[in-house]
């Protein structure tokens, strides 16, 4: 009889380490909240740095999933776990040789950055909102007509004490680039303006990017970080920043303002997390035994992490580390049962 | 006898056309000749120099013997059309006088000779004089064969690209291509329907008495010749605005060239002698490495100097030079190409306010107490091993050494004069004439090439000796003051652009290697060394295109095996460490590793 | 307001039993305001406030212009208390938001630094041989009166409506820095998108302006204004908000700081005066209201007893709309009947002057 | 109207003001030479700048400040330059500084 392992979370962390165990012979049982599989990838319009249309990612891992007849519990939110199984919100218990968490993150919710304004001005967005658009009807501002000048705002939610978010989400800045770039190829017109604090590429070919932003699509990158924003009379935007290589103030009205939404933690992840007796980063993440050979291992025995669930990860860090959570798994389940 | 016909009438009016132009060109470009100028020529014109000014242009303007020394074939081309040509008119002078004696007959009478002998009933059947006239015409005739062959084909002429011409040139050129086939078919006519010719005419003559009809030959022998004199009369007019004016202008320059009259870093009228002097051989593509390297084919000197001259120059063709030199060394006349560009970059400058460059008053940098003043350079702070190593080397001689720009100084002001910006350039010119003044040093030492170019062109720095680093050691080692220990290292030598060729310093580098090591020669050396692309006179190539001319120009220094480079300029180095496989080194470091103590 | 997230940021406030404090520039240059508050809350919500003869300034601009020591302001703060503590009262309320500022300052102060307090405590007992009773709240006067909005709504004799036209006014509320920007939970709807003005324009009838320099200072700014040579800075605040807010043709502007009522009502005639730009209808300014002279108007006192007359920029194109009945012969009175003096006939002041021999 | 003198003025607001500032010589000279949005503000340039270190010029923030629209001063600034190439060496983006010093003098100059 083959061990089951229960997967929570069915994004492209849960569904890649599902694929890998079935594949070295493990049963995996993915638990998804919503209904059906995908996770943040879903409605994403095109990846980074490649311009990968989302779907090319996210249909073959799901179908893949499906002929490997995973099975799968939909629209079940797991409240509580341990390393012998799972207990869902119903009270329902599912029980696992192991479990692994694949619960990834939440966005950030950019109305906690009330200076933005979001949610009260019209064309004040969020990149998931901008991708959404791209992926839909396409991009317009609030009334239908096109946007002249744009201004794309890093670290929302990101590297900001004051909204108890300490640390660097990672995809943002390539994303910001990304979503810039997408934005020129529609309006090749507009005047689109990059706000950031700094610039972090550190991916392969998103240096490349960020130059080419630069140079080919003549995106303006203002080092500062947005202040605040105010709606004008005509419904435009006024911003305001330090440009800080001059030294100097800026204000300028925008018609439309993207906020680069960070990651956070999950905040179901500290009841969880203390129920089960699992250490949790500060800021919110679970914590792993280490960066290097532990670095999809809880401090209990028996339960696993893939994913953004323990910090900002990119799509291609987590499958990466889908795989090796599976390994990980693999060894745990011959060490602790073949003895 | 009549030396008049009405076909004549386009070729009299195109040469009196011509020399009123040419006259006039001449005439106004002399009188705008600075004071300057003027005074040299007063001083020169009753020396040497003249009758070697004499000699040079038979050399030059009619043998072409610098053209022959780059590609015999392109210079027997550039041969045979001048000195061809103009051996035809002396010798047809020489044929109608034979015939008619030192009669006065009106210039169309030469010319058209053959025509106004049988309009005349002239006798003339010398076979001697026929078949030489014959020769030299099969001479043009060869080189304008050969000109058709260049457009078509400028490799086999060991030039990659021929030069692309302006709308003036073409006419000139489609007209003096026909000149002279016209002329073989005007004559063969001639002695096809009247007999007589050489064995160029003669025969073409005979035979076209056998297969054309006669009528046929009477109805086109008047037109053959128009056809000839309306040639060379279209060619006569567009010469003064073509390229071919450089015939005529390359003579006046090699006089008020050996009259001593150069170009300088403000335009003045000279620089129209230099400028139509070009003949737009194109001589000057092939060696630049924009061109080689980076498949840039707008801004070559040739290129450049029409522009210029159809005051039709872009500030981005000015700008888009190296100011290697390259082109300079192999120029058939001798051009000075990179002051010209100068001083057309000069003209576009900003005109600067008074209070520019305030901000030197009052500064002094240096430090140090010596006779001997060592000048590092701005490039040279980047690279502060080279300074170390110098000062390793003043203190095994134990020299005492007055620092001017340890902590950074002020520029010698070359880069702002390759910018065209001369005046800003006086600005520190005369700070750092002051600043040496003022610390009485007697020898002056820069390890930066552009600085020691400047310094030695561009200053008054009299009394006070002005070194390059390599000719300073060179001196130290011949001297016995720097022992060295010489090792089993190779190195191979790149000569920078503004110490090679721009002052002519190849040997002190190589002599200071030698004494430690190896040296093996790269495939362009020298005269023909490569630029590095670093250089400061072009403001126009980015830098992917800079590391690209490095790659190249690197790759034959590494491909003699070399365990080493050596260069003797900050830039270079700089150029060349980037795309290098092997270690670079300026020569002083080469130096201060092998000292003897 | 569109935003609801004004809920987030609420705070404790006391119903009744208030201890009031008032404010140096209020008592000089706004005394009906004053007068008006403890009025409309003695006499029309029937509460308790407190007028206590024996508290003095908090020294707070002292304090902001580097003047005033930090122990020094703390003492004076301290004794206040105590004062209140004296009077048998507990719900400590300021008229002044610099003051406001100061009172959170100082307590989260004691709070932080503990040290502080003991000090404080001690130098009181040294001085005055008082002993330092922290207050239950701490409030503006401001939040006394939106806590109360609705009872003046039920009490109102007219709603901020525009009488020609049916249409609601449009008002541009302003408030003052040190309300929220230091500590976003000491006001109402916090720093970003403050309610505490908006909350009674809203109840009163009238429409909120919300404008892009909604947010920024008024330019008083202590040195900004005290300093003659800073004064340039501190009309450029006034200048870029008074630009912005134009182009919504606003009614009127209501601050709950006295500062930034003095300053956004006398950088008008100021304005004008040096490049000749007025921002209100006709050429005129916009008037400027203190809070209480609009619930003063919404409840029906006359606008000279608010005292409306000491203001810069005429009010009476704004009572028109409003219905308000007045006497304008009586605007210049004393209280004796005698005429106080009449201004000189400016841009922004002078109604019933006519306009054009001032342009 | 008499402008009354009240001993000060309405200050001009120091902000970089888009809006209002005249993006087209701006554009020009970014269109010319692309490579200047590629700057990433690491200060190399004035670093290492001869001219910098004797006197208060910025290439950075003066080439910053053309292309958010802002000239007045610059032209003056750049003349500061001695153009002699040290930023070119050091620039980790491989901009062509003197290129870029000469441009920019040229649109906002005298020819």
């Not at chain 1, 993150?105 to 004040?124: C, I, M, P, S």
């Amino acid at each position: 009889m083959a061990y089951r392992v229960v997967i929570v979370g069915g994004g492209a962390a849960g569904m890649q380490t599902a694929l890998e165990l079935k594949s070295r012979g493990i049963e995996p049982v993915i638990v998804e909240r919503d209904i059906e599989l995908g996770g943040k990838v879903r409605g994403w319009h095109k990846l980074f740095p490649t311009f990968v249309p989302a779907s090319d990612v996210l249909f073959p891992l799901a179908q893949r999933v499906k002929a490997a007849r995973v099975r799968c519990f939909y629209g079940q939110e797991v409240t509580d776990i341990a390393s012998d199984g799972v207990t869902l919100r119903s009270g329902e218990r599912i029980p696992a040789d192991a479990v692994v968490m694949a619960t990834g993150f939440t966005l950030f919710d950019a109305h906690r950055k009330q200076e933005y304004g979001y949610g009260l001005y019209d064309n004040v967005i969020t990149s998931v909102d901008l991708e959404r658009m791209m992926n839909g009807g396409g991009v317009t501002l609030a009334d239908g007509t096109k946007p002249q000048r744009i201004a794309i705002l890093h670290c929302v939610g990101s590297r900001d004490e004051k909204v108890g978010q300490r640390h660097c989400s990672k995809v943002c800045c390539i994303t910001g680039v990304k979503q810039a770039i997408e934005l020129r190829e529609m309006f090749p017109d507009a005047d689109i303006f990059n706000f950031y604090m700094d610039i972090r590429m550190f991916g392969p070919g998103y240096e490349e990017l960020y130059r080419e932003a630069q140079e080919k699509y003549n995106i303006h990158f203002v080092r500062g970080r947005i202040s605040e924003a105010a709606e004008t009379i005509d419904k435009r935007i006024q911003i305001k920043a330090e440009d800080t290589l001059t030294g100097r103030p800026l204000r300028m009205t925008i018609d439309m303002l993207v906020l680069l939404v960070g990651m956070s933690a999950n905040y179901e992840n500290e009841g969880i997390a203390q129920r089960a007796g699992l250490e949790l980063a500060p800021n919110g993440y679970f914590k792993t035994v280490d960066n290097f050979l532990g670095a999809v291992s809880s401090n209990r025995r028996g339960i696993f992490y893939a994913g953004a669930v323990t910090g900002a990860k990119s799509l291609a860090d987590t499958l990466a580390e889908a795989s090796l959570t599976a390994s990980a798994v693999d060894d745990y389940l011959k060490e602790v049962f073949n003895k | 006898m009549t030396f008049f016909a009405p076909f004549t009438i386009p070729f009299i009016a195109g040469a009196l056309f011509m020399f009123a132009a040419i006259f006039l060109k001449w005439l106004w470009w002399t009188v705008k000749l600075p004071k300057v100028d003027r005074r040299l020529i007063l001083h020169n014109f009753f020396t040497r120099n003249t009758l070697v000014a004499v000699w040079e242009v038979v050399r030059e303007s009619l043998l072409h013997i610098r053209i022959f020394r780059v590609n015999p074939l392109l210079g027997y081309m550039h041969m045979s059309l001048a000195f061809g040509w103009f051996l035809l008119i002396v010798v047809g002078w020489i044929e109608t006088s034979v015939y008619l004696g030192w009669e006065m007959i009106p210039i169309q009478g030469h010319i058209f000779f053959k025509y106004f002998t049988q309009v005349n009933n002239i006798d003339a059947h010398s076979a001697l004089l026929e078949n030489l006239m014959d020769g030299l015409l099969l001479l043009v005739l060869s080189g304008v064969a050969l000109a058709w062959f260049k457009r078509m084909a400028s490799r086999a002429m060991g030039m990659r690209r021929a030069t692309k011409h302006a709308l003036y040139d073409r006419i000139a050129l489609s007209a003096l291509w026909f000149v002279f086939p016209a002329r073989l078919v005007a004559e063969s006519l001639t002695a096809a329907i009247y007999g007589g010719g050489g064995f160029l005419t003669g025969s073409l003559g005979s035979w076209l008495g056998g297969v054309v009809p006669t009528e046929m030959l009477a109805l086109i022998y008047e037109p053959s010749w128009w056809f000839y004199s309306s040639v060379l009369g279209l060619f006569f007019v567009a010469l003064p605005f073509s390229r071919y004016m450089h015939i005529f202008t390359e003579i006046p320059l090699i006089f008020l060239r050996r009259w001593q009259l150069r170009p300088t870093l403000e335009r003045k009228s000279y620089d129209n002698f230099e400028v139509e002097a070009c003949s737009r051989c194109g001589i000057c593509i092939d060696p630049c490495q924009l061109q080689a390297d980076l498949g840039i084919h707008d801004t070559q000197s040739v290129y450049y100097l029409r522009d210029r001259r159809y005051n039709m120059l872009s500030l981005k063709v000015a700008n888009n030079c190296l100011m290697c030199g390259r082109c300079e060394a192999v120029c058939p006349v001798g051009i000075n190409l990179t002051t010209l560009r100068i001083n057309s970059r000069a003209m576009r400058r900003n005109i600067p306010h008074e209070g520019r460059y305030g901000y030197l008053t009052n500064i002094d940098r240096s430090s140090g107490v010596g006779k001997v003043g060592y000048f590092a350079g701005c490039m040279t702070s980047l690279l502060p091993a080279v300074q170390r190593s110098m000062m390793q080397i003043f203190n095994a001689v134990g020299e005492d050494v007055w620092y001017a720009d340890k902590d950074g100084g002020v520029c010698c002001g070359r880069p702002l004069m390759l910018s065209g910006e001369t005046d800003a350039a006086r600005k520190m010119v005369a700070y750092n004439t002051d600043l040496f003044r003022r610390y009485e040093i007697t020898t002056l030492v820069t390890s930066c090439p552009i600085c020691l170019r400047s310094f030695r062109d561009n200053y008054r720095l009299d009394g006070i000796e002005v070194l390059h680093h390599s000719e300073y050691i060179e001196r130290l080692i011949t001297e016995g003051r720097l022992r060295v220990a010489a090792g089993a290292e190779v190195y191979s030598y790149h000569d920078p652009c503004e110490l090679g060729r721009g002052l002519k310093i190849y040997d002190s580098p190589r002599r200071v290697i030698e004494a430690v090591g190896t040296l093996r020669e790269a495939e362009h050396n020298r005269r023909d060394a490569l630029c590095c692309g670093g250089s400061l006179a072009n403001t126009v190539i980015d830098d992917g295109k800079q590391q690209r001319i490095a790659r190249r120009m690197t790759a034959e220094l590494e491909a003699t095996g070399c365990d080493t480079i050596v260069t003797s300029c900050p830039l270079c180095q700089k150029s060349i460490a980037r795309t290098a496989t092997r270690p670079t080194l300026d020569i002083a470091e080469v130096i201060a590793q092998r000292i003897v103590s | 307001m569109r935003r609801a997230s004004w809920q987030e940021y609420q705070k404790e406030i006391a119903d009744n039993k208030y201890y009031y404090a008032r404010s140096c520039i209020r008592q000089n240059f706004f005394p009906g305001s004053e007068r008006a508050f403890l009025d409309i809350l003695t006499n029309d919500l029937g509460v308790d406030i407190f007028d206590d003869p024996l508290h003095t300034s908090c020294t707070g601009i002292g304090y902001h212009s580097d003047v005033v020591p930090l122990e020094t302001i703390m003492t004076v703060v301290a004794r206040q208390f105590s004062l209140m503590a004296e009077a048998g009262y507990e719900n400590f309320i300021s008229s002044c938001i610099t003051s406001f500022g100061i009172y959170n300052e100082v307590l989260a102060t004691w709070e932080e630094f503990p040290e502080t307090e003991e000090r404080t405590r001690r130098y009181l007992r040294e001085a005055t041989g008082r002993e330092l009773v922290k207050p239950r709240s701490i409030a503006h006067t401001s939040d006394i009166m939106f806590h109360h909005r609705h009872s003046i709504a039920r009490r109102a004799k007219r709603r901020l409506v525009n009488l020609y036209t049916g249409e609601s006014l449009r008002v541009v509320e302003h408030i003052g820095c040190h309300y929220a920007k230091i500590f976003p939970k000491s006001g109402i709807g916090g720093s970003e998108f403050p309610y505490v003005l908006a909350g009674m324009i809203e109840a009163w009838g009238g429409d909120v302006v919300d404008y892009p320099e909604r947010r920024h200072c008024c330019g008083f700014g202590f040195r900004n204004y005290l300093v003659q040579a800073n004064r340039g800075s501190s009309i450029a605040n006034s200048h870029k908000k008074l630009e912005s807010m134009a182009p919504y043709k606003p009614d009127f502007i209501v601050a709950n700081c006295p500062g930034c009522a003095m300053f956004l009502d006398k950088w008008q005639y100021a304005i004008s005066e040096m490049d000749g730009t007025t921002y209100g209808a006709n050429g005129r300014g916009i008037p400027v209201l203190t809070y209480e002279e609009m619930a003063g108007l919404v409840l029906g006192y006359d606008p000279w007893e608010l005292g409306m007359q000491f203001h810069q920029v005429d009010v009476e194109p704004l009572l028109d709309k409003l219905g308000v009945e007045y006497n304008p012969d009586a605007k210049y009175l004393g209280r004796d009947g005698k005429l106080i003096g009449r201004p000189r006939a400016v841009a922004v002041n002078g109604c019933g002057v006519e306009l054009g021999l001032r342009r | 109207m008499a402008i009354l003198n009240f001993g000060y003025a309405i200050s001009r607001p120091r902000a970089i003001d888009v809006d209002n500032n005249d993006l087209r010589k701006s554009n020009d000279i970014i269109a010319e030479m692309p490579e200047l949005q590629a700057c990433i503000g690491c200060g190399s340039c004035t670093a290492s700048c001869t001219a910098a270190a004797i006197t208060d010029f910025n290439f950075r923030k003066l080439h910053t400040a053309v292309r958010r629209g802002e000239y007045k001063g610059v032209y003056d600034e750049l003349s500061k330059c001695m153009l002699c190439g040290k930023c070119r060496l050091v620039c980790p983006r491989g901009i062509n500084t003197r290129g870029l010093v000469m441009l920019i003098k040229r649109k906002l100059g005298d020819f």
